[in-house]
């Protein structure tokens, strides 16, 4: 079987791109999709493309749609969004608190050392929730609201602005006590790199206490996207690069990978991976990564947060199946259990299908929107592309978003392998990060800002 050249190569003008060669019809080289939309695999007439109910406050396509829950099936996807952060001065403190102590006895057995008998731990200190300021964002279950958080350590007493996830209705309890247990496992005995911090479990009233964020990916992505869509005089190498730019689209990607190589090392798979369930943080440089991606002078890089473990499980117990997903951001494997009679298995992640979703969030970072939000397109065209797994292959076949995406430069290459109709032939997040780290180093070699570094 032919297989793709990978290999980041040394770019000259003289020199045209490297087109992989396809691996299969599902591959990630944007071959067309020959799958076929006869087999009652309607896509939009069952799945809109609009959500459910649009939480306030947030601007952006949400795709969550609940499944009748299945016998021993409780976890769900949550949208947790910072969209609407904003900040609150000291004089809007005061009114509208609702206070609760937390158990600040946070001893070695309230941690789940053991994931066999997982127990979230308590926060240290207390919290209030900011009842009269607008909510960060919701989901299927939750909603997630600013508070404030203090700190029991003497050294550290001043208030710290929180986000506050708790349950929408009593069916969203065990979600989130569930996703307590994990986030406590991925906290200890210390934190999980590229993973979202976690202050503790408020079990009174089932409330998970997170640092607040103020940027998702999705809404740095778009403003990426119209600020580019601003300028007067767009140049060709500008729309062949990422809209995040090249050197953001790299550390994104490189840091993306390490998380989700570091979940993967402890077992977990998330579920429910999206632009959305990405949390932005500026990031300070080492000395050492200043030789490697330069100061932060000129523009700020942001590092990504992995966050909402609402729908995550922890291998090899047994999984639970997820009861709510994100369509443009699934694999074909779970749309299609999903779609299938309620009396089927309902879908089940797995790392395969977390990876094809965190490649289609680097995808959507570098075309600047979901893949499938062209509104040219019918929704019958949508479904089979969906279906197909093929969303670069997509991206192609409509707009000048192609252009982000070339056969043989760095997202084609970076991406290549992560999509396909089913799990069998893609590859690990593992050889995605080695690809990327190899194309890291070889932008450094030549120059980093040289027009010929277009995707």
Known sequence: ?????????????????????????????????????????????????TPPRTPKGRDHMSLDFRRAPTKGSEASSM???????????????????????SDTSNTGQDRADNWAHPTPFAPKGTFSV???????????????SPGLFTRT????????IIAVKKPEQKKGIP???????????LSTPEPTRGIIPFYGFDKATTSLLLPAYPLTLESFVKASHKFINSEQNISLSTLRCPVVKMRQWLFLAKKLCEGFVALKEKQVVHGDVKWGNVLLREYTLSQVEKKIWGNNDGEKLY???????????????????????????????????WLAPVEA??????????????????????????????????????????KCGDPVGFVRSGDERGLRVRKGEVVDTCLAEC????????????TVLERVEGWIELWCVEGKGDDRWGC
């Open 419 to 430: 999509f396909g109709r089913t799990k069998q032939g893609r590859t690990t997040v593992e």
């Open 345 to 386: 298995a309902a879908p089940v992640p797995s790392f395969s299908s977390d990876l094809y979703s965190m490649a289609l969030t680097l995808l959507t970072a570098a075309i600047g929107s979901d893949p499938y939000s062209v509104r040219t397109a019918t929704d019958a065209r949508k479904g089979m592309w969906v």
């Open 153 to 160: 350590s003497p050294e550290n007493t001043e208030p710290e």
């Open 175 to 185: 979600i989130l006590t569930s996703e307590a247990a994990i986030l406590s496992y």
């Open 79 to 101: 949208s947790t969004s910072t969209s609407g952060f904003v900040f609150i001065g000291s004089s809007g403190i005061s009114s509208g608190l609702s206070s609760y102590p």
């Open 303 to 337: 590092e990504p947060l992995i966050v909402d473990f609402s729908s995550s499980h922890v291998e090899p117990a047994e999984p639970k199946p997820i009861s709510a997903l994100t369509v443009a951001f699934c694999a074909p494997e779970l749309l299609e259990a």
């Open 130 to 144: 900011l009842n009269n300021a607008r909510p960060f964002g919701n989901g299927a279950w939750s909603i997630v």
């Open 1 to 49: 079987m032919n297989t793709t050249d990978l290999t980041p190569r040394k770019m000259d003008s003289s020199t045209p791109p490297v087109t992989p060669v396809a691996k299969d019809n599902f591959s990630a080289s944007g071959s067309m999709c020959s799958c076929s939309t006869d087999d009652g695999y309607q896509f939009l007439q069952q799945s809109a493309l």
